[in-house]
């Protein structure tokens, strides 16, 4: 595990579209000073997944981004790549733990989610419609004879 996890799983968890946050901030959520390349070197932020870049994998594989990034006044503020876009978005990369943290491409977690909630009966047709013509005849005559007491019910009250 990443000694920048922790930072991961709280991008994560964030919903925000922007996340400001200080250096020291970021030190309290790792448990741990940040190298002195992150205060003298703002490079150290970029936004590189490069093999030595485990500190931007991080914020990367959390779908955040650096930017503003402020040496002397030691803050920066961390913006999500793209937006959610609910259970339509895209299928994301995240890494399960009952595989041993594998990468692999997965379905939101939400399709599927009412799964075992009702049942529909063997043999029913799905595609068949709800009312038979007579049915329908019936509904249409039902609000025909409401609308025309609704009329006449307006039409008393302009008298």
């Given at each position: ?62 779908g ?12 920066l ?62 509904i ?20």
């Amino acid at each position: 595990m990443s000694k920048y996890q922790p930072l991961a799983e709280f991008l994560k968890r964030s919903s925000a579209s922007q996340v400001p946050m200080t250096f020291a901030e970021v030190e309290a959520l790792l448990g741990t000073r940040l190298p002195v390349s992150a205060y003298e070197h703002p490079a150290w932020w970029a936004n590189d997944a490069g093999k030595s870049h485990v500190q931007a994998k991080a914020w990367l594989s959390a779908g955040y981004e650096t930017g503003q990034v402020d040496k002397h006044g030691k803050k920066l503020v961390f913006q999500r790549v793209a937006q959610r876009s609910g259970i339509a978005e895209d299928a994301r990369e995240f890494m399960h733990p009952e595989n041993g943290g594998e990468k692999k491409l997965e379905r939101h977690p939400l399709i599927g989610c009412m799964k075992g909630t009702f049942t529909i009966e063997p043999g029913y047709d799905l595609t068949s419609p709800i009312f038979t013509d007579e049915e329908w005849a019936e509904i249409e005559k039902e609000m025909e004879e409401d609308w025309d007491q609704i009329e006449q019910g307006m039409t008393s009250h302009k008298g």
